[in-house]
């Protein structure tokens, strides 16, 4: 695909025809969110270095931990107090913490492998409420922008101030994009009214398994085999289902957790005819179900 440029298939964005299942990020457990007002480049390491919180962006990545620029819908500030969060999202050991830095050199002084660890880094006090993400990034794909910002100022009327614009979280096909942190659930290919209820969905504590791409952090084999767990038994919580185990190369067996009954999936990732049109040079592959049992029981599937 070519970066900065639009795809074919956001002409049929919204309709749900690419199956998005298990293509959440897989490199994304730990988070590092810092307000920045753009423009952005295409690659958030790719901030010139006069940029104040250019240092702690490439800081972020080397040690494991996700960079994301952050800005309001609508609402761009350019110069500090600048917000910050940082989110861990492995299984039951989510956190997130944030406040506002008065001034960007603060950022030097936080502990990055202790965030990539899923400690504190010493941004501050727990946060409570959610951060929603949706991309805007439209130097890395202008569909993110086509799509993601109309999506934004949408969620922003219904949920400020939860809801900020950001840069590349991965899956330009899948636009308009968002992902729900400190759980790290991502959602694609939403409309206002998909989006609307997925947030809905995480604000009681649960996911919607429409448009959901998956849970950001772990293998894609780890994404199919919750997805299909969840469509099975109807669990919806976002704490209430664990992915054990992973084993395989070719057909992925895993043991997944639904609250207290434990299930062994196997999955296989197939090739997509096309899906998004015969000029997007995306990762084309999707997963199917081929089996799931209830452990010690007979085969469900």
């Given at each position: 695909m070519t970066r900065g440029k639009g795809c074919g298939h956001c002409l049929g964005s919204h309709t749900g025809e690419r199956p998005c299942l298990a293509t959440a990020t897989t490199k994304a457990r730990a988070w590092l969110l810092v307000e920045h007002p753009g423009p952005w480049p295409e690659n958030v390491t790719g901030l010139p270095a006069s940029d104040p919180v250019a240092g702690t962006v490439r800081a972020a990545k080397k040690?494991?931990?996700?960079?994301?620029?952050?800005?309001?819908p609508g609402r761009r500030r350019g110069t500090p107090p600048i917000q910050v969060y940082a989110a861990y999202s492995r299984g039951g050991e989510v956190r997130l913490e944030g406040r506002e830095l008065a001034d960007p050199a603060e950022l030097a002084a936080l502990d990055l492998a202790a965030l990539a660890a899923g400690r504190s880094p010493g941004l501050g006090e727990p946060v409570a409420e959610p951060v929603l993400l949706v991309c805007t990034h439209?130097?890395?794909?202008?569909?993110?922008?086509?799509?993601?910002?109309?999506?934004?100022?949408?969620?922003?009327?219904?949920?400020?101030?939860?809801?900020?614009?950001?840069?590349?979280?991965?899956?330009?096909?899948?636009?308009a994009n968002l992902v729900c942190l400190p759980h790290g659930f991502s959602y694609g290919d939403l409309g206002e009214t998909e989006a609307v209820r997925a947030v809905d969905a995480y604000l009681r504590g649960?996911?919607?398994?429409?448009?959901?791409?998956?849970?950001?952090?772990?293998p894609e084999p780890a994404q199919a085999a919750e997805h299909f767990a969840r469509a099975h038994t109807g669990v919806l919580g976002v704490d209430e289902v664990t992915v054990e185990?992973?084993?395989?190369?070719?057909?992925?067996?895993?043991?997944?957790?639904?609250?207290q009954s434990r299930y062994r999936v196997t999955v296989e990732a197939v090739e997509q005819s096309d899906p998004c049109g015969p000029d997007c040079g995306e990762n084309l592959r999707t997963h199917v179900v081929r089996e799931l049992t209830l452990l010690n029981e007979a085969a469900l599937v």
């Open positions: 040690a494991g931990v996700r960079p994301q620029l952050i800005r309001r439209g130097r890395h794909n202008a569909c993110c922008a086509r799509t993601g910002a109309p999506l934004a100022r949408g969620l922003a009327a219904r949920f400020d101030p939860l809801v900020w614009e950001t840069t590349h979280v991965g899956g330009d096909r899948f636009a649960e996911v919607v398994l429409d448009r959901l791409r998956g849970r950001a952090g772990i185990s992973v084993t395989g190369t070719s057909r992925y067996e895993a043991v997944v957790l639904a609250r």
